[in-house]
C-alpha cells in the first residue's frame, strides 16, 4: 500500500502563488509517476502535471509556462509550484502516483485551493 499526503492548498487572489506539496509513504517501486490532478466543481478531475521517475514531465496545456512540477525522490515527495493563478485553477488538487511494475494508481485525499479577489 502506499500513502500520499497532500499539503500547501489555500486562499490566494489572482495572480498569486502557491506551492503544493505531497509526501508518499509506503511500497513505492520503480518506475513509478506522480502528479497532480485536479478538479473543480461539476467538473470531471483532470491531469495537471505528471513527473515520472524516469522520462518526460507532461503538463495540461491551461498550465504551462505557470506551472511546474519537481520531486525531490529521496523524501518520496512531489511538488507543484503554482504562479500567475486565476479563478480558473479553483479546484481540489490531488496527488497521485502510480507504480508502474504492479500496475496500481493511488490518490490522496486532495487539498482545496481557491483563487479569488
Known amino acids: 500500500q502506499v500513502q500520499l499526503v497532500e499539503s500547501g492548498g489555500g486562499l490566494v487572489q489572482p495572480g498569486g502563488s502557491l506551492r503544493l506539496s505531497c509526501a508518499a509513504s509506503?511500497?513505492?517501486?520503480?518506475?513509478?509517476?506522480m502528479g497532480w490532478y485536479r478538479q473543480a466543481p461539476g467538473k470531471q478531475r483532470e491531469l495537471v502535471a505528471t513527473m515520472p521517475s524516469v522520462g518526460l514531465t507532461k503538463y495540461a496545456d491551461s498550465v504551462k509556462g505557470r506551472f511546474t512540477i519537481s520531486r525531490d525522490n529521496a523524501k518520496n515527495t512531489v511538488y507543484l509550484q503554482m504562479n500567475s493563478l486565476n479563478p480558473e485553477d479553483t479546484a481540489v488538487y490531488y496527488c497521485?502516483?502510480?507504480?508502474?511494475?504492479?500496475?496500481?494508481?493511488?490518490w490522496g485525499q486532495g487539498t482545496q485551493v481557491t483563487v479569488s479577489s
Open positions: 509506503g511500497s513505492i517501486f520503480s518506475p513509478n509517476t
Open positions: 497521485n502516483l502510480v507504480n508502474w511494475s504492479q500496475s496500481r494508481n493511488y
